[in-house]
């Protein structure tokens, strides 16, 4: 693997891609073991998680619906700041389990939001699945049930993982060079 530029800054090789698949498998099988019978709900959050929902989904084998959803990030009124809705959402998460896949989690503020968003919508149950997570800068207390791996601070670009919208396609992950 060789380093990359993507748009005007150097990346180099992080996680290849064998080991983010085998991680991503070890995360299906806990999900077909704990969800068996209950027919889940996959909620994919665009756009950075259409690598991992893609490879997530090919190794679950219990019966399961997919839905994608984008955020809507809004400047609040009041002094929380910004406040994201989930978009998209079509079908009704009354009574469903749902899992909720996700890229990456930094801070943990996306996640929080996401959460809060769903939590007026009768769900059975919520879970998180996220890639990806960097527990040095998580300031939010939220479980992140399933978990492919943690890394440490520092900004990455690949496997569905953006740098100004760039990078995205890349099959590894990578790490930007300082
Ligand atoms: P949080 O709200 O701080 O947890 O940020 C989560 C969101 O920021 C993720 O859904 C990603 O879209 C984005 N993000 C966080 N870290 C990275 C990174 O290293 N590379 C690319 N995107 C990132
Ligand atoms: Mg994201």
């Known amino acids: 693997m060789e380093k990359v530029t993507v748009k005007d800054r150097e990346f180099t090789p992080f996680i290849r891609e064998d080991e983010i698949l085998r991680q991503v498998c070890r995360v299906a099988g806990e999900i077909n073991r704990d969800y068996d ?64 896949v996700e890229d990456i989690v930094d801070t943990g503020f996306t996640m929080r939001d996401i959460l809060n968003s769903l939590s007026s919508k009768g769900a059975a149950s919520v879970a998180v699945c996220t890639m990806l997570c960097k527990p040095e800068k998580l300031q ?18 690949g496997y569905g993982l953006d740098y100004d919208g760039y990078g995205r396609n890349l099959r590894d992950i990578y790490r930007i060079v300082k």
């Open 37 to 100: 019978g209950k027919d889940p709900i996959f909620l994919c959050i665009l756009n950075g998680s259409f690598m991992f929902a893609a490879d997530l989904l090919r190794n679950i084998t219990i019966p399961c619906n997919v839905s994608f959803v984008k955020l809507a990030s809004y400047e609040g009124t009041d002094t929380t700041g910004k406040v994201k809705e989930v978009m998209g959402l079509n079908e009704s998460i009354e009574g469903r389990h749902v899992i909720i």
């Open 140 to 157: 939010v207390d939220i479980n992140l049930k399933y978990l492919a791996m943690n890394i440490p601070n520092g900004f990455i670009v």
